[in-house]
Structures are given as C-alpha cells and as structure tokens.
C-alpha cells in the first residue's frame, strides 16, 4: 500500500517569513496529493490540492509543487500569518481523489511574531 | 468545497456498549464516503470505504465485524461501533468527495469509552 512521509514534524518561523513542509510518497500509481490544515480540535480543512498532470499550483499565499519522477511534493507558505499556525497534514491517493486518503505524520507549524 | 455533517459531535459511552455515528452528504449525492479515526496528536488512518447499496471496503487491521458501516442513501453512512472498549476511544471523521473537487471532512465524532 501507498506510505506517505512527512517532514519536519515541527516547524517554527517568524511571521512574515516562509514556511516549506516537504512529503514523499511510495506509490507510483498515486495520481491525487491534497493539503489540509487541523486546528484544534476541529476537524481538517482542504486548502490546496495538485493532481499528477500539474507541476505547480498557486493560490494567494499558498503553492505546492510536485514531481513525480522523485516521488515527493511540497507545500510553500509566504508571507506567513499567526492564523497560519496549525497542524499541516499531506496526503496522496489514487483515482483522482475518489479513493482514500493516506496521510502523512503531519507538520506543526509555529508563526512566531 | 462540500459540505459534511457528522452527529453525535461527540459520545460517552461505557464499555461493552454500541455507538452509531451518522455522516451525511448535505450538498450532492454520495456513492462513496470515507470513515477515518484520529488518535490524540496523530494522523488520520483510514478505516474504511463506505458504499452506497453494496458492502463496505476496509482497511487491513480493521475489524469489519466491530466497526459496522451502512450507506442504505446517497446521503448518509453510519458506523456503528460495537462492543466499545477504551482502547476504541478517538476521533472518528467521515468525509466525501464531489468529482473532481477533493474531499471534505465532517465535523467529527470525538467517542470516550469509560
């Protein structure tokens, strides 16, 4: 089955500076990597997603960046914000993002002002 | 993105008990629904794969006969967790997944078994 690793598990930064959380995953045919930020207690929210035929993909403050030949993709923060902290979790799947989710270990993320 | 709704938000029950957690669909018909736990500062794992009219796919390690999944409507799926015992104790979070859009989360059922 499909693993998924994530690092690092927790990141500090200043607020204004960038934060990058890098994963990889095991499965070839995984062709569907979304982005979802936990807060306490509440429950994943999807901020960004890159399917298998997409290099990069941009949305305000927020880009991933995939490449399949290494099996690995990133999520890239600018400009970060107090409400940026939160626990950031990867994860890959098959069919497009029909199918399950394997998620990796997560990544706290501290904004420090 | 789609909109997911989970009930109970959260349960106490006490052990050897059973505890039924609806997940319903609120904004397009779901053939497939997912069922995930969460343990205190851990990831999520799927459990298993919920289908509306046939039987539902679970994960290796999970046991069918006590994590009990239904998805009689295009709406809604349940899981019935039987005979609970502590170790059963998490945060239980359904999800579906409109083509094409990614996959949305519920709420959550956080469930503590005395």
């Known amino acids: 089955g499909e693993n998924v690793e994530q690092h690092p598990s927790t990141l500090s930064v200043q607020e204004g500076d960038s934060a990058v959380i890098k994963c990889t995953y095991s499965?070839?045919?995984?062709?569907?990597f979304p982005w979802y930020k936990q807060e306490l207690g509440k429950r994943p929210q999807l901020i960004i997603d890159i399917r298998s035929n997409v290099g990069e993909k941009k949305d305000q403050r927020i880009a991933v960046t995939l490449n399949k030949t290494a099996k690995h993709f990133s999520l890239h923060i600018t400009e970060t914000q107090p409400e940026d902290s939160a626990v950031y979790f990867c994860a890959a799947s098959t069919g497009g993002g029909a199918d399950g989710l394997t998620f990796g270990k997560g990544t706290h993320l501290i904004i420090q002002p | 993105g789609a909109v997911v709704s989970q009930h109970p938000s959260w349960v106490i029950c006490k052990s050897g008990t059973s505890v039924k957690i609806e997940c319903r669909s609120l904004?397009?018909?779901?053939?497939?629904m997912f069922w995930y736990r969460q343990f205190p500062k851990q990831s999520l794992m799927l459990m298993a794969t919920?289908?509306?009219?046939?039987?539902?796919?679970?994960e290796q390690g999970v046991e069918k006969d006590k994590f009990l999944i239904n998805h009689a409507s295009l709406t809604l799926s349940t899981l019935t967790v039987t005979s609970a015992h502590p170790e059963d104790s998490s945060f239980y979070i359904c999800?579906?997944?409109?083509?094409?859009?990614?996959?949305?989360f519920g709420p959550g059922t956080r469930l503590t078994v005395l």
């Open positions: 919920s289908n509306e009219g046939s039987k539902a796919t679970y």
């Open positions: 999800s579906d997944a409109p083509p094409g859009r990614g996959q949305y």
């Open positions: 499965d070839s045919a995984s062709n569907y």
């Open positions: 904004d397009f018909q779901a053939t497939t």
